[in-house]
Structures are given as C-alpha cells and as structure tokens.
C-alpha cells in the first residue's frame, strides 16, 4: 500500500488574522484553485470553517474527468491549522493539513497532503507522477495568486467597501472577480438571465429582449459588465458573429440606459467586453477613439468563412 506525501510552505505578507479569516471561509476555495482544475462548490460554503463541516464540490482532477468530492473538516484550532479530510472522491485516501505561523513581516503556511491513488499498483504507475506535478502546479499557482489577493486587500483594508453588482459574473473572469471582490469585504450581487435567486444576491434582467428593471439598480457604488457570447467556445460563422457583438452592444447600452434613470447614479459604470479589440496597452489610457491592436496573423484568406 503506497502513500504519497507532499509538504510546501509559502510566506505571505499579511497578518495572521487576515490570512485566518481568508481560509476559514470555504468560498474562498475558488480563488485560490486555478481554473483548469473545473472547481466550483455545491454546499458547505455559506458559513465559516467549523469541524465536522460538509463540503461539496465539482472538480476535474485528471484526464478532463469531472468528479464529485466531498470533504469534511475534520479538525480546527484557530490561528493554529485546520485539516481537510476526503469522504467521497477521485482519491483512495485523502487527509490535507494546514498549519498558520505568524513570522516576520507576515505568515508562513504549511501544507502537508497524504494520499493513496485508486487501482492501486496500476494508478501508481499510471498517474503517480501526474498527479505529484499536477499538485504541485496548483500549489504554485495558489501561492501566486495568494500573495497577489491579500496582499492587494490589505492594501485597501481602511478604505470602505461597496456594494457592487455583476453582469457576466458567470464567466471566466466574472467568477474570479465575484470571488475576489467578496473576500474583500464588498457586497457583491450578480445581474443573472435567469430568474434570481434573492437570498443568493442576484438580480435578474433579459438583455434580449431590452427588458431590466430600472428599480433594483438603485443603491449600487459600481456596476460592472463583463456579459456576451463566449468567444473561444464556438466556430465564428457571421451569425456568431453577428451575436458576439450584439450581445455586448445591446446589453451595454441597456444598462447604460437604466443608469441614467437612477435617483442616485453607481460611482462608476466599468465595462470590460472589449479588451481584445484593444489588445494589452499597460497603462495607457484608452479610449474610443484609440486604435485597435493589429490581428494581422488571424486574417481570413479572400472568400473564406470561419
């Protein structure tokens, strides 16, 4: 019976209060777990980290295989560490420790993982070596974006947050965002085409048909639009075209309709839809009148349709 055992440590630049109340919310497993790993939670995330809790959640550990896991925390001691235990999933055993130090200048924070891989011998041999790089690889790119998160929180610790709503927050970026801005203290809502779900801070409109209710946008310090066709998920034919553009003209210039019917008009109105017709500028201020960036290698042969 082969166990693998996988320690790493990381250094962040915050107090140790911050980086408690940082993993001691489980929504914030999805910051800190990169995109290709499909994570996206199903319960347990609406109250702080307690032993004995219940977490569900999608992932796709390996081969593109989507899988239920369910994770129980098993212990807590605050300040100290917590462990992480699997009950069901993709792993024959599971068992994750996370121990918090306070250093100098900021935190330490260990991890330590053991595991077993299913089909004994033959999932060792397998996916043995996959599976430590692929751990790994998350590890890093945790740490990345941990340093980056908290820091850029603590950062703004005294300045007072806001309430904030989200077009398009179901999206790659929408995602990201939501989960950033929430662990940052703001109250963020989300402008879904579905009927909401109010207890969940959602709103709903139909940007297809024009239809939003000018009432519920009322209160909001900023109002952020990242909605349209996907852009990577389809063969652009000229209807798909046709409808990447429109659903981010028409839904832009709804809500940019609405706002303008507020009692008391959002802080700031941020639309972020277009950014690779511009392409990365850095800090350059852009504009309408600013040139797009050049696509020259992605021209089309004369007569020929995506």
């Not at 309430?163 to 662990?183: E, H, P, Y």
């Amino acid at each position: 019976m082969k166990f693998f055992r996988l320690e790493k440590s990381i250094k962040l630049p915050v107090t140790i209060e911050e980086c408690w109340e940082f993993f001691s919310s489980p929504k914030n497993l999805k910051i800190i777990t990169p995109d290709y790993m499909g994570f996206s939670i199903i319960d347990g995330e609406k109250t702080n980290m307690y032993s004995g809790q219940i977490i569900k959640y999608n992932v796709t550990p390996i081969f593109g295989i989507n899988m239920k896991w369910v994770t129980e925390i098993s212990h807590v001691k605050e300040y100290k560490f917590f462990v992480d235990e699997q009950r069901f999933g993709p792993y024959k055993f599971w068992h994750h420790k996370h121990f918090i130090k306070a250093i100098k200048g900021g935190v330490e924070m260990t991890d330590i993982v053991h595991y077993k891989l299913p089909m004994g011998f033959l999932g060792n041999l397998v996916a043995g070596r996959m599976i430590k790089k692929r751990l790994l690889r998350m590890f890093t790119a945790r740490e990345i974006r941990l340093e980056r998160d908290l820091k850029r929180h603590a950062d703004f610790a005294d300045k007072p947050r806001k309430k904030i709503l989200i077009a398009g927050s179901s999206g790659l970026i929408g995602r990201q965002l939501v989960a950033f801005l929430d662990t940052g203290g703001h109250d963020v809502w989300r402008l879904v085409r579905r009927k909401a779900k109010k207890a969940e801070k959602e709103l709903s409109w139909n940007p297809d048909v024009g239809i939003i209710n000018h009432d519920v946008l009322e209160g909001f310090d900023a109002i952020i639009h990242l909605g349209g066709a996907g852009i990577g998920d389809k063969r652009w034919s000229k209807r798909r075209m046709k409808l990447i553009e429109e659903s981010r003209t028409k839904s832009t210039a709804l809500l940019a309709d609405a706002i303008t019917h507020l009692n008391k008009k959002p802080e700031a109105f941020i639309v972020a839809s277009a950014v690779g017709w511009y392409g990365n500028r850095g800090d350059e201020e852009l504009d309408e009148t600013s040139t797009p960036v050049s696509y020259t290698h992605l021209t089309l042969p004369p007569n020929r349709e995506v």
